[in-house]
């Protein structure tokens, strides 16, 4: 009956979902593949060369350790490949190509495999690098350039100008502006003083649209907000990413900019301008691409929650009070290490169990 | 689209592959020359055989009786001659000792209009005892003597009868098919539970991927302002008993407690036309529906089998297994057991017979590497986290587990189906529930 042909034994269940490992793996590295494009296309071809090499650097690393480590060599399972891309697109447009390079090898090598490799890094590899890269090459991870400018004029990202200019305190800003719309507009504050700068210091022109779509100093991968959003929207919707992440840490960063960040134009609280905080640095990149990360997340939907909200406070507390323009990152690689702690306290209840 | 009562955000969605086989009505199988009967086909302690060897059955004969209060009856579903009684594997992969009858005599019963016993004037207890009396047991795959599930102790109160038919599980179709095509002996049933029970509500929870059979008992029902037809969301383990509960009252059944504790009862399709059966026409559970579908198999069908066929005769009547079939498996696809021979009879519980080819097999990875993802957390309709439990019991943590709450796990296999790393996670918890179940006796025996 059957054929004499052995028949497979094992424990239920006996159907399983499509989805792999390697399938998450590789579709949300496809659909960072617009976005890097768009880098490309709005850097030029040497910023093609940089997501290159982090990608290459990033493969190799992964192989090197296994065949040193005698394991088996897992670097089509494309978390090595996200790894990469993610870190390309961390860096800024100009920078020289041995940034990338040993960035990659220390995100791979240190972060990821010294730990125990995938599933075990306690931060997500790409957030470490680009911290490690910010703090040991601060001049270069800090030098931007105008996109679609073929001398690749330098300019600042509209957070670093707006960190600058409230710093230096060369605007005047607590007679005037307050006098000038008479806190009557609801939002207002950074696109005005942007504006209101001098044009060598922020060579493209901030407004809403620009910001949006990618006219921006930026790096390569998280100028173009529109296209990020289009891809976490598909993973969102076809359940690769999970909506707790962003949609929390979207919702803190427009939140606390509304309430805090119009103070920082002497316009007192509630004027700040949500959209901006949004649009600008690596809010998108950062919520829909990096944050998401499984592995360094906690697992259940509320420790998730508070994971994002986390994010979105210290991403907004660095940018508003930090030294620095951008928090992100840094937000992202805090939250990382809470991670433990947060899936120690969040526990699920089972259903219909009483505590007695 | 409406809106449509489930158990709430948790769960699963496999495809449901019931294409293949709902279209198709119950057909009847050839009559086997033997029939294997085993005493342990239901929860419970096994049946005591009270035939020997060469001694000439009936149809409908008792062959084995309850050993016990939580026990079925069991009879033969051929006539013929006790050819022998010996130990064989049955389907959930243990031994049984099993009552092996060559087909000889006349049919007396089957395909016989016999005569209609008028149930309305019979009592409760004789109702009852009916029902134990013919051997009727859950037929969605628990296989709980019903007689034990109807008698309902002092001091509770039920005033809700759920009729199950959600049958989430994939490719099977035979609940499906018995709501349309036997329609009429379903409600005649849920009337005799009525009168055993005597409940205020009763629902017929049908996934919402059987719009015709929810369509014709709306029909059916609508003149009987006691029963509702409640279309629910296709969704996996829907067809659970807590999960079906909750679904349709939004009563939670607790862990250490019974449905009937919030005063419901949940009969599954086949269980109530099986009654109906056995109240008016005095027919034993002596057959059931077998869905035979999937991939491997040429000729998907539902048939009503004899309980006690092998296999291998239920498959060729659907035309044999196709070349490249990789797993045969009794019951659903995710909570059945894999056979590694045919030669294993159809017994009260087997709903369904799923062929697995190359095309649909998937292998597991044992030494899987979690991603911390969480889907299997929120594909555990029981609000647990396998993968920590997982966790505890690859570091030997059995105690961990347990107070995770490893021993409420279902074994449904919604974690291990939605799991990304192909990790085995229901097979580590049968092992992890084993050990400390093992571990924790151990440790009774030393303290006594």
């Known amino acids: 009956m059957n054929n004499g042909k052995l028949l497979i034994v094992s424990s239920s269940p006996h159907l399983l979902n499509n989805e792999s490992t390697r399938s998450i793996m590789w579709i949300v590295s496809l659909f960072l593949l617009p976005s890097i494009a768009f880098g490309i296309f709005a850097f030029g071809a040497y910023a093609g060369l940089v997501v290159l090499f982090s990608i290459l650097f990033s493969i190799l690393t992964e192989a090197a350790v296994q065949l040193i480590r005698k394991q088996k060599v897992t670097i089509l399972d494309g978390s090595a490949f996200l790894t990469g891309a993610l870190i390309g697109m961390n860096m800024p447009p100009q920078v020289p190509l041995y940034i990338p390079i040993i960035t990659s090898i220390f995100a791979t090598g240190l972060v990821k495999h010294a730990f125990g490799g995938l599933g075990q890094n306690w931060a997500n590899p790409a957030i470490a690098g680009r911290v490690f890269a910010l703090v040991a090459w601060s001049k270069y991870m800090t030098t931007w350039t105008v996109p679609f400018d073929a001398d690749a004029v330098t300019t600042a990202t509209p957070l670093g100008a707006l960190k600058s200019a409230l710093l230096e305190g060369n605007i005047d800003l607590s007679s005037t502006f307050a006098e000038q719309v008479g806190l009557s507009k609801f939002f207002y504050g950074p696109i005005q003083v942007l504006q209101s700068l001098p044009g060598e210091v922020i060579k493209t022109d901030t407004t809403y649209f620009n910001l949006f779509f990618g006219l921006k100093g930026g790096c390569i991968g998280e100028i173009s907000v529109f296209l990020l959003l289009l891809g976490g929207i598909y993973l969102i919707y076809r359940k690769i990413v999970s909506i707790d992440i962003p949609l929390s840490f979207f919702l803190t960063v427009a939140v606390v900019a509304w309430i805090f960040d119009g103070t920082r134009f002497g316009l007192g609280y509630f004027h700040g301008d949500p959209i901006f905080h949004l649009l600008t640095g690596g809010c998108a990149l950062g919520a829909l691409f990096m944050a998401t990360d499984m592995v360094t997340t906690p697992i259940t939907i509320k420790g998730r929650i508070i994971f994002g909200i986390g994010c979105g406070l210290i991403t907004m507390l660095v940018r508003m009070y930090g030294g620095l323009p951008e928090g992100v990152s840094l937000s992202i690689l805090f939250m990382n290490m809470l991670t433990p702690m947060i899936d120690r306290f969040i526990k699920v209840k089972p259903f219909g169990f009483v505590k007695k | ?448």
């Open chain 2, 1 to 448: 689209m409406s809106f449509k009562k489930s158990f709430g955000y948790r769960g699963a969605h496999p495809d449901d592959y019931k294409y293949i086989t709902n279209k198709n009505s119950i057909s009847f199988t050839d009559v086997p020359d033997r029939v294997y009967i085993p005493v342990i086909q239901h929860i419970g302690a096994p049946a005591k055989i009270v035939v020997s060897v060469g001694q000439v059955v009936e149809e409908g004969q008792l062959i084995a009786e309850a050993d016990g209060f939580v026990s079925a009856n069991i009879h033969s579903s051929i006539p013929g001659t006790v050819a022998a009684i010996e130990e064989r594997y049955i389907s959930v992969g243990k031994k049984s000792k099993t009552i092996v009858i060559e087909l000889n005599g006349e049919f007396r019963k089957s395909g016989k209009n016999i005569h209609l016993t008028d149930w309305k004037s019979m009592t409760k207890d004789q109702l009852l005892k009916k029902i134990k009396d013919y051997g009727i047991v859950g037929m969605g795959g628990a296989t709980f003597p019903t007689h034990v599930k109807l008698t309902i102790p002092n001091g509770k109160n039920v005033d809700t009868l759920i009729i199950n038919g959600a049958e989430c599980e994939p490719y099977i179709t035979g609940d499906h098919r018995l709501m349309i095509d036997r329609s009429e002996d379903l409600l005649e049933g849920i009337n005799i539970i009525n009168k055993i029970l005597d409940v205020r509500n009763i629902y017929i929870g049908i996934e919402s991927n059987k719009k015709d059979a929810i369509k014709r008992l709306k029909t059916l029902c609508l003149n009987r302002y006691n029963i509702k037809v409640v279309p629910l969301r296709v969704k996996y383990p829907q067809g659970d008993e807590k999960q079906i509960i909750k679904a349709i009252t939004n009563r939670v059944v607790q862990v250490d407690q019974l449905p009937s504790d919030v005063g419901v009862i949940v009969q599954n399709v086949a269980t109530v036309i099986a009654i109906k059966e056995a109240i008016v026409n005095d027919k034993p559970l002596i057959d059931r529906i077998v869905t035979v579908s999937g991939s491997g198999v040429k000729e998907p069908k539902n048939l009503k089998v004899k309980i006690g066929t092998l296999l291998k005769e239920v498959i060729e009547e659907c035309g044999g297994l196709k070349e490249d079939v990789k797993k045969v498996v009794i019951g659903g696809p995710m909570m059945g057991f894999a056979q590694y021979d045919l030669e294993v009879p159809v017994t009260k519980g087997c709903s369904a017979v799923v062929a697995l080819s190359e095309d649909d097999y998937t292998d597991f990875i044992p030494n899987g590497i979690c991603l911390n993802c969480g889907k299997c957390i929120n594909a555990c309709a029981f609000g647990l986290a396998p993968t920590v439990i997982n966790k505890y019991i690859k570091y030997n943590l059995f105690d961990k587990a347990a107070e995770s709450g490893l021993m409420y796990c279902k074994e449904c296999g919604a974690c291990a189906w939605s799991c990304p790393a192909r990790i085995p996670l229901v097979q580590n918890f049968r092992l992890g529930k084993d050990i400390y179940r093992k571990l924790t006796e151990k440790k009774k025996k030393n303290k006594g």
